[in-house]
């Protein structure tokens, strides 16, 4: 989505990446101001009067990463359930309300979080707070809800993962590969079996355990002050008591010391597919920023060096997408063990060890020699670029401000990213090259269709599923 909210302060930070080093290191800064509520609910506003609108996110602690085990695709059920309505609220109430005001509203569910964004004018702000106040209070909990979203959660999975070539493999399947934790390897799409199994018990204890105002943050970004704003969400969330939270369990993983790889055969593709993920150094290591402008250099857009030197140079793939954290996530939004992730269609007269070995070579042309300097200079641009492009729009400046203060405790996080980034140096990338890029470190699935698959030595693959009836959300 592409609004023209905060555009002014955007518009100075790009054309300060434009501008030489010294005039770089001006103040630029996005107004931030914080509070905590006596229930734990912590609120982060960001006041810009260029548009009469205003954004709102409420991110959950929660993602896939700490759904019960069991119940893969929990969080992911749950997120819909949320859109079910509550006793005060029926389903539909929430679209009728801010939709019906000309304004848009989503939801979604990633590894360290679950959030739930609105934008409206800025004369909506109330009634989409007591909304969320509201569920974030009690839900509909009913058999009706939960079996509707059970098949609705299904039919996605049919849609985006059996019925459609590639079938997300460069997501979950190369998480299961390259993690061993329970947490970090599963399927957070969810089986069918699992899904079926979840209860109303096991959806008013996720409730109850992850959905306190404790365990959330609430980002504000528009046409409002930060004195407004405290006292409007004081007046709808501050009577909700604080709940007890689980342990976060301990999701840490060391690099891998042994590479992994699959061949698969996919009844739908066209063409084969190689995924390749490296685990990544954890949130704010000192290699975290280093390793962002890597990704950048190598694989952001048609610029990178892989996109030049095997689409384009050697011929050998179709296209190249992918980066660190991708693609459920950015550079900046996880809480745990991530990977870099490559996705590429290859020619089908192209082996795929030939390649791995191209992507091996460009890797090591920048451990050995580096980058030009003005080479280093482009890439930090476009990373910065499209950093603060995301943060234009007030929805997603909301959305990032509450993911920041969730995952790193500080939402001032958002105004550190370009002095990290503009501070990384060619030795940094050399040094994250040569330590996380390594084929120890590396995870490949290659997948092939059905008509490559006996040369390849691959089992033929599963039959696609059938397409269920729709289901109603």
Known sequence: ???????????????????????????WRLPIETKTLDNGLT???????SSPTVGVSVVYHVGMRLEPENRTGFAHLFEHLMFQGTPVAPKGTFDRVIQGGGGRLNGSTRPDYTNYIETAP?????????????RMKTLNFSAENLKNQQDVVKEEIRVNVQNQPYGLFFVFDINRLAFSKWANAHDGY????????????????FHRDYYGPNNAVIGIAGDISPDEAFAMVEEYFGDIPSRATPARPDVSEPLNTEGTREAQADA??????????????????????????????????DASRLYQGLVKGREQLLNIDGGLGWPLGHAWDYDGPTLLTLFALYKPNVEPDAVLGAVNEEVARIVAEGVP????????????ADYVNGLEPFISRADELAK???????????????EWVQAVTVADVQRVAKTYLIDANRTVIDRVPAALAPARG????????????????
Not at 280 to 291: I, N, S, V
């Open 190 to 205: 969810g089986s069918f079996k699992d899904l079926e199994g979840a209860t109303l018990a096991d959806v008013e204890a």
């Open 268 to 301: 739908l593709a066209q063409v084969p597919a190689l995924a390749v993920g490296w685990k990544m150094p954890a949130r704010g290591h000192a290699d975290h920023a280093p390793m962002a402008v890597l990704s950048q250099l190598l694989a952001g857009g």
């Open 1 to 27: 989505m592409k609004r023209l909210a905060g555009l002014g302060g955007a518009c100075v930070l790009l054309a300060m990446l434009a501008a030489p080093a010294a005039a770089q290191q001006a103040d």
């Open 373 to 384: 300097a003005e080479t280093l200079a482009a890439a930090k641009t476009k990373l910065l």
């Open 404 to 418: 920041a203060q969730l995952l790193w405790g500080d939402a001032e996080t958002l105004n550190k990213v370009p």
């Open 458 to 473: 691959i089992a033929p693959p599963a039959a696609p599923a059938p397409a269920a009836a729709p289901a109603q959300d």
């Open 43 to 49: 609120v982060v506003v960001s006041e810009d009067r």
């Open 122 to 134: 800025v004369s909506a702000l109330r009634p989409i707070l007591w909304l969320e106040a509201d």
